[in-house]
């Protein structure tokens, strides 16, 4: 594989990054326009609705001119199809750049190929496949809710150092804190990141969370709610108007991301208790589990989801450990 192409891939992801959690239900792609071995223009997919990332990248060029003889680096297919804005590889023919260089292909069935295909009838040298691995990761929510025809699931939680998420008893309705101030803004920041956000009944009644972005700059996520007897009192944080909350009476995981599939939601953190966790794990309907461990013990308690997966990082976070795994 050519050294030059993954070097502009990768920064093709770097730059994509700033798109997370605003161009949902569009993926986050990365652009980068290279003439004689420079950096002539970039670009990442603006907030839905808005620009993808090619034409971003083209608009920035300062000398058009230049776009005749350069390269065109992204990390997914441009589409073939007009949308919210018109087909990518249409303005890419227009500006007549003759290189094309793409990460993964795109199989969401409206361009599945037919970008690419459009690019070679019109004379442009293709490339496809660099990378291809770590582009299809950094695209894994588009590409979990196109082909598994569901959001891609995040489930998360915090535990006692001697393995409980609450304690047995408590005497207020919010909750028990775990982890330190540093965990919990890094919560907000993911809940920035993604389209949702869920919890069961129970969690709603026994913590009365407003399941917000408080601690970071971003958008509150939509809130999902698991309520299978709509008794839930008005009067709950869940209902102010500070984000979208939507009802689920839906009871397997399974119906439930398909009821979130056909809401268009591509992505959702699973913050509710252990029966809510465990629900999506022994369904075995889950990507990532994120789980913090603080050092503080209960003695007794509500026991920590039991499930298998890869650990794939720790840290610490001062006296916190996070540990990330994937289900493989």
């Known amino acids: 594989m050519d050294q030059t192409h993954e070097t502009y891939i990768k920064r093709c992801i770097e730059i994509a990054k700033n798109g997370l959690g605003n161009t949902r239900p569009n993926p986050m792609v990365g652009s980068v ?18 620009n993808h990332a090619e034409v971003n990248a083209i608009n ?37 750049i003759p290189n094309v260089v793409i990460g993964c292909i795109d199989d969401n069935e409206q361009v599945a190929g037919k970008g690419i295909a459009k690019l070679k009838q019109a004379g ?44 047995l008893t408590k005497d207020e309705q919010k909750p028990v804190w775990i982890t330190n101030v540093f965990s919990r803004q890094l919560v907000h920041k993911w809940r920035a990141e993604e389209q949702a956000i869920l919890v069961g009944a129970n969690t709603v009644l026994q913590d009365n ?46 119906s439930i991301c398909e009821a979130l599939f056909k809401a268009n939601i591509n992505s959702v ?33 509500t026991k920590t989801p039991f499930f298998s997966g890869t650990l794939i990082s720790e840290e610490n976070i001062l006296n916190d450990t996070l540990k990330i795994y994937h289900n493989d």
């Open 33 to 50: 326009i290279v003439h004689n071995n420079s950096i002539i223009g970039e670009g990442f997919t603006s907030a839905y609705g808005g």
């Open 60 to 96: 920035s060029v300062k000398n058009k001119d230049l776009l005749k003889e350069a390269t065109i680096y992204v990390t997914l297919e441009p589409c073939s199809h007009y949308g919210k804005t018109p087909p990518c590889s249409d303005l890419i023919i227009k500006n007549e």
């Open 209 to 254: 969370p407003s399941l917000t972005v408080r601690d970071w700059t971003g958008q509150n996520p939509i809130r999902i709610v698991l309520d299978k007897t709509e008794s839930l009192p008005q009067k709950l944080s869940v209902f102010n108007e500070e984000a979208e909350t939507i009802l689920l009476k839906e009871t397997s995981a399974k």
């Open 124 to 167: 442009c040298q293709v490339t496809v496949g660099v990378l291809e691995q770590a582009c299809k990761t950094h695209h894994k929510r588009f590409f979990t809710f196109h082909n598994k025809k569901r959001p891609y699931i995040i489930l998360k939680w915090a535990e006692s150092s001697d393995g409980f998420i609450a304690p």
């Open 269 to 301: 953190i699973i913050e509710g208790g252990t029966k809510t966790l465990q629900k999506f794990i022994d369904e075995n309907v889950w990507d990532e589990a994120r789980v913090f461990i603080g050092n503080n013990t209960f003695g007794d308690g």
